[in-house]
């Protein structure tokens, strides 16, 4: 999970959660359904298009609005690898990692269709189109391990499966 590489999907400053997944859609139960339709407001093709592993790039504030946790689960869902932004609302970014969610706080200048490779232990990202690198704050062990672990749920029952196993030894 340290090293993620996708297609850049570029988006503008202070993209809310209901433009992430419009209200209209949050009684929707099937994860499928709902999330076909995240950020439709903002690139109508996006939820059809982005492919497994795809880097949202974007400005500031990035998911600002609401405390809705279908925002980060529906970009999950679809596919988006990472999201890297110049500053995110603060719980969106709580909310994505629990959801096993990379977001990565950087000025980081990618246009759409570029490819960027990400190195979260290291703190790098390079443009493998243009060649840039940015560096960018490598993230703690413990929030790697909540990302590889898939989110903080699975985290705590993966930790609690071994503290178990290493008791009953």
């Not at 093709?45 to 990035?62: H, L």
């Not at 970009?75 to 994505?96: D, E, M, P």
């Not at 269709?113 to 062990?141: C, R």
Request: hydrophobic share 40%; aromatic share 8%; proline share 3%.
């Amino acid at each position: 999970m340290e090293k993620l590489e996708g297609q850049v999907w570029k988006f503008r400053d202070h993209v809310d959660t209901d433009v992430i997944i419009p209200g209209r859609y949050l009684r929707i139960l099937d994860i499928d359904e709902m999330s076909s339709h995240v950020l439709e407001g903002e690139d109508p093709i996006f939820a059809r298009q982005v492919q497994e592993g795809d880097i949202i790039v974007a400005g500031w504030n990035f998911g600002c609005g609401s405390s809705r946790e279908q925002a980060p689960v529906a970009l999950k869902h679809v596919g988006v690898g990472a999201i890297v932004a110049r500053s995110f609302a603060r719980i969106f970014y709580r909310n994505a990692i629990n959801v096993g969610l990379p977001v990565i706080v950087a000025d980081v200048e990618a246009k759409k269709g570029e490819e960027l490779a990400v190195d979260l232990e290291a703190g790098l990202i390079e443009n493998k189109t243009t060649g840039e690198k940015f560096e960018i704050q490598p993230f703690q062990n413990f929030m790697l391990e909540i990302l590889q672990d898939g989110g903080l749920v699975k985290h705590f029952l993966k930790k609690e499966i071994r503290d178990d196993y290493q008791n009953s030894s």
